[in-house]
């Protein structure tokens, strides 16, 4: 019975061996995957806001040391301020205050312009310049009362002050060691042969009525240059240096007078600090400055003029053209305009240490007075700068004083 078992047990095990090998293996263990978190939502940045634009005027000449030094500042304010964007359009000076009545009359015009304040108050009065005293209220820390009076018509504020501009007597330490101290003085250094470049003319000549205590209005405004003999006196003065200078074939005005001057064959010039930088270059340290000579009726009182920062009243960016003129009238803009384009502060905060700049600073102390910004002082250009009626044509002074006067009071 056993043997009989053998060959089935035999035949059952191969069998179960083959099943065995034809079976499919199973398949090896794998790493779990790696589980990964779902990345965190962030918030896309933020854009920076468009900066505000301010459109700026200016008259200053294209390579003149006031352009170029402009120039210098707005660069830097573009880094210092890239919140506001500043659009700047060089006018020339016959046209800006044309150009920017015109705009502004229409709807346009800039936000902003610097200009001297030779309009101001024809401008404020007409309503061509914006009220900004309760928006620079708090903002003029160190800006001088000059400046503030300069900008300001019946105590209203239209203007952030810059610096400070008035006739001036320039002379050349080498022909002229020392300038001559009063008018007689003048008078006799001319006669004697020493070359001048006197600039004759109702604007450059009015700090010497003030030499013979000379008065053209009183204190209500009405022309009274015919009482007393102060007007009349300076006129037949100042006729007398310019009968001088006609004999000697001398120049009678600042134009004329630059380039003689500059070339050393005049021995002085009166004219105003804005030409400095041109005086300076041709000089050197051989150039200095004094106020225009005192007379028998006191110092001279020439027209102190103020160049300021405007607002347009249809900017609607009058903020942020405050804060561009505010910036380029802080101590460290007005000490580049100081000594690179020969600008004097209005600020007490900036240090000077020119010599010229101090004989400046010093020649406005001693007489120049604030140009009035009244309507009456039409009455002055337009009946008052007919001098070649006296110059030229012989007429005397005391008669063309007293018919100056009566056409001014009609």
């Not at 330490?173 to 006197?198: F, H, R, S, V, Y």
């Not at 110092?299 to 405050?322: C, M, R, V």
């Not at 100081?338 to 004989?359: C, F, N, Q, Y």
């Not at 007919?386 to 009071?409: C, H, I, Q, R």
């Amino acid at each position: 019975m056993a043997k009989k078992l053998l060959p089935l047990i035999s035949i059952l095990m191969i069998v179960a061996f083959a099943l065995a090998a034809c079976a499919k293996p199973t398949a090896a263990p794998t790493e779990a995957p790696v589980k990964t978190e779902a990345p965190v939502a962030t918030e896309a940045p933020t854009e920076a806001p468009a900066p505000v634009e301010v459109t700026f005027w200016h008259a200053y000449g294209t390579g003149s040391a006031e352009e170029v030094a402009l120039t210098k500042l707005l660069e830097q304010a573009a880094v210092d301020m890239p919140e506001v964007k500043i659009n700047v359009l060089q006018v020339p000076f016959n046209d800006i205050f044309n150009k920017y009545r015109t705009d502004v009359a229409a709807g346009g015009g800039p936000d902003m312009f610097i200009a001297p304040n030779d309009s101001l108050g024809d401008d404020a009065r007409a309503g061509l310049v914006a009220d900004i005293t309760a928006l620079a209220a708090g903002k003029l820390d160190g800006i001088n009362q000059l400046g503030i009076d300069g900008m300001s018509v019946d105590g209203v504020l239209y203007g952030i002050p810059e610096s400070m501009k008035a006739v001036a007597m320039w002379y050349n330490t080498d022909l002229l060691p020392t300038p001559p101290a009063n008018t007689d003085e003048l008078k006799a250094l001319m006669e004697a042969g020493t070359q001048t470049a006197i600039s004759f003319g109702c604007y450059h000549h009015f700090g010497f009525f003030g030499s013979f205590g000379g008065k053209v209005f009183d204190e209500n405004w009405k022309v009274i240059a015919d009482q007393g003999t102060g007007v009349s006196d300076a006129m037949a003065y100042l006729n007398d240096l310019y009968q001088i200078a006609k004999t000697n074939s001398w120049t009678k005005n600042d134009s004329d007078g630059l380039a003689v001057f500059q070339e050393g064959k005049a021995a002085l010039i009166t004219n105003g600090n804005w030409a400095m930088v041109d005086y300076k270059n041709a000089l050197g340290d051989k150039l200095a400055v004094t106020a225009l000579p005192e007379g028998p009726g006191g110092p001279a009182t020439p027209f102190l003029g103020i160049d300021g920062f405007y607002f347009s009243p249809n900017s609607q960016n009058q903020e942020a053209a405050l804060k561009v003129a505010l910036y380029l009238t802080n101590a460290a803009s007005q000490a580049v305009m100081m000594t690179e384009a020969g600008h004097v502060p209005v600020r007490t905060d900036v240090e000077i240490t020119d010599p010229l700049i101090k004989g400046l600073v010093d020649a406005f102390n001693k007489g120049a007075t604030i140009r009035p910004q009244v309507p009456q002082l039409g009455l002055y250009w337009s009946n008052f700068c007919g001098t070649d009626e006296v110059f030229e044509k012989g007429v005397a002074a005391a008669e063309w004083v007293t018919t100056a006067t009566a056409n001014a009071n009609k």
